[in-house]
């Protein structure tokens, strides 16, 4: 049985972070360890805690579960993100359950965190298509490789993507093994974190587990 935290229950520092530019008027918190699940939200409907940026995003079922769906159908180089809105992080652990279910020109998803905006923030990734399991900036729009494995990705299996920021230093990890490791001072600061896919790659994301590191 999957644990379930609510937000109304945790309690929060307020700080003066303002990396975020999705919604000035609210209060950002600087985050706590936390694990999303989604089991208690609303089928069709985005949690009230989500800003889906970018695309589609709302909570679907698979089978008794529930979690974050990427459902839109884009195209190019369309970016899909949707971040947490309340919680900020800079040095965290954050690992997630994903399932590529579609997507005829990109599959899978990935992790953002330290998120500024649709255009600032860090990403890995994992592409049934490609079969490779990459670490991205994009800045000002633009997306740039950091490093990249090849790994055996399957469409309808779950996988699971965990990264680890402290400072400068990234590591990624894709179903538990160590693949990536990178250094950038591009986004020093706390940002927001949340899910991403691109193009028509639809996906669910679920069991977000989220720690504080110091």
């Known amino acids: 049985m999957k644990t379930i935290i609510s937000l109304f229950s945790l ?23 936390v694990t999303f699940n989604f089991d208690n939200e609303e089928v069709d409907k985005l949690p009230a805690d989500w800003t889906g940026a970018t695309s589609t995003w709302l909570i679907a079922r698979e089978g008794s579960n529930k979690a974050m769906k990427q459902a839109g159908k884009n195209e190019g180089d369309k970016f899909n993100i949707c971040v947490q809105n309340k919680l900020t992080y800079q040095n965290l652990e954050m690992e997630v359950r994903i399932k590529a279910l579609e997507g005829r020109e990109d ?49 309808d299996e779950w996988y699971t993507i ?12 894709y179903n538990g093994q160590k693949l990536l490791s990178h250094s950038d001072g591009t986004f020093p600061t706390a940002g927001l974190v949340g899910f991403w896919s691109k193009a028509d790659a639809v996906s669910l994301f679920d069991d977000l587990k989220i720690k504080v590191l110091k």
Do not use: H
């Open 107 to 155: 599959q899978g998803g990935g992790l953002v965190w330290r998120y500024r905006d649709a255009k600032n923030y860090y990403i890995t990734r994992a592409n049934p298509l490609e079969n490779n399991f990459r670490v991205y900036k994009v800045v000002n729009g633009n997306r740039k490789q950091m490093e990249s494995a090849n790994v055996s990705i399957k469409k």
């Open 162 to 173: 965990k990264i680890v920021m402290t400072g400068n230093s990234i590591t990624c990890y």
């Open 11 to 33: 309690a929060v520092l307020i700080c003066g972070n303002t990396t975020s530019l999705l919604a000035p008027e609210d209060i950002q918190a600087a985050g706590t360890d």
